[in-house]
């Protein structure tokens, strides 16, 4: 895996904007809001909302002043779905989509909107995955692929782990001949904190198999792919 920092120019967040919500509307794989989370016996929800409600005192606000008071109810079942990716379920996620491959020819599903939280600051991390893989025996149903993306950036992450469950999990359950993985994403820590960079983009990249081992392979995808830099086009 490796790293590298060039630059985009439009400005994201309008159209991060737009997208969020598409994304909160259409999510399928959330789990039901009151299931209590891992290590937490009690009631998660209630919990995280006296929470919030903790924090806003701290942070000098008025939590019973009018636009604040039902917000850590909401901060509290927007956070249980930015992270309800660590109950997915993969078995009934991909369910009967697996199929026998007739080929074992490139397949590309580019520019996968991306959400997904820094762990180290809980501020969002945005932008585009690009997955691929050459088939051997089975296939996957393509609507999966940004399912799977999905269930791994609905945690607490950092980039580089992301990239490799991605492309760990897709080498689990195709053993296929190769998979890349490439996500290009914004960090708002860096943009709107700490070294205050608005214009640098970060790559990472996972390569399995054929990807990792023969540059022609290497050279179709990112051909296929295009230009880089996706995370604000
Ligand atoms: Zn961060």
Avoid: W
Avoid at 202 to 229: K, P, Q, Y
């Amino acid at each position: 895996m490796h790293r590298i920092h060039p630059s985009g120019k439009a400005d994201p967040m309008k159209k991060a904007k737009k997208a969020g919500k598409r994304k909160l509307q259409s999510g399928s794989s959330r789990p039901a809001r009151s299931e209590p989370l891992p290590g937490d016996e009690g009631h998660p929800l209630e919990a995280l909302e006296a929470n919030a409600q903790e924090m806003l005192r701290l942070l000098g606000e008025d939590p019973k002043r009018e636009g604040l008071v039902r917000t850590p109810h909401r901060h509290a079942r927007a956070l249980q779905f930015l992270t309800s990716g660590y109950q997915s379920d993969f078995k009934k996620l991909v369910g009967g989509a697996l199929f026998e491959a007739e080929s074992s020819e490139l397949v590309l599903v580019r520019d996968i909107e991306l959400y997904s939280l820094c762990e180290h600051h809980l501020l969002p991390f945005f932008g585009k995955a690009h997955v691929a893989y050459i088939p051997n025996r089975k296939i996957i149903g393509l609507s999966k692929i940004p399912r799977i993306v999905d269930a791994y950036a609905r945690r607490l992450q950092v980039q580089e782990r992301l990239t490799s469950q991605v492309a760990d999990h897709l080498v689990e359950i195709l053993d296929p001949l190769g998979v890349a993985v490439i996500l290009e994403s914004v960090h708002l820590c860096m943009m709107m904190r700490g070294v205050e960079k608005q214009n640098s983009t970060t790559l990472t990249s996972a390569m399995r198999g054929v990807f990792r081992d023969d540059a022609r392979s290497r050279h179709e995808l990112l051909t296929l792919i295009g230009g880089l830099g996706g995370a604000r086009r």
